[in-house]
C-alpha cells in the first residue's frame, strides 16, 4: 500500500541523510558532498579544484561546473573544467 510505500522511502532518506548531511553555512548557502576528493589533505592556503552542481530548494536541476551538463558557446561540454579555488580566510 502507499503509506508502507512511503515508510520505506521516509526511511531511506534519512537514513542517506544521516550519512552525508547538508551543510548549511548559515548565509543561506548549503552545500553536499557528492564525491570526496581523492588527493592529498587540503588546509590553509591550498589551491585546489571544484565541480560543483546548483539545484533549486526542491532538487532541481539549475547549473553546474565540471560535470559534462553544460556546453560553452562553442557547443564544448565542460567536463573536467573545475572551479580553481584558494581556501582560507573570506
Known amino acids: 500500500d502507499i503509506e508502507s510505500c512511503r515508510e520505506v522511502g ?46 533549486t530548494a526542491g532538487g532541481s536541476y539549475m547549473y553546474s561546473r565540471g560535470f559534462g551538463f553544460e556546453k560553452d558557446s562553442d557547443g564544448v561540454v565542460d567536463a573536467g573544467d573545475f572551479l580553481r579555488v584558494r581556501l582560507g580566510n573570506q
Do not use: F
Open 10 to 55: 521516509d526511511a531511506k532518506v534519512a537514513a542517506q541523510e544521516a550519512a552525508n548531511p547538508v551543510i548549511n553555512l548559515g548565509n543561506g548557502v548549503r552545500y553536499k558532498r557528492v564525491k570526496e576528493g581523492a588527493g592529498a589533505t587540503v588546509s590553509g592556503n591550498d589551491v585546489v579544484d571544484v565541480a560543483y552542481s546548483i539545484s
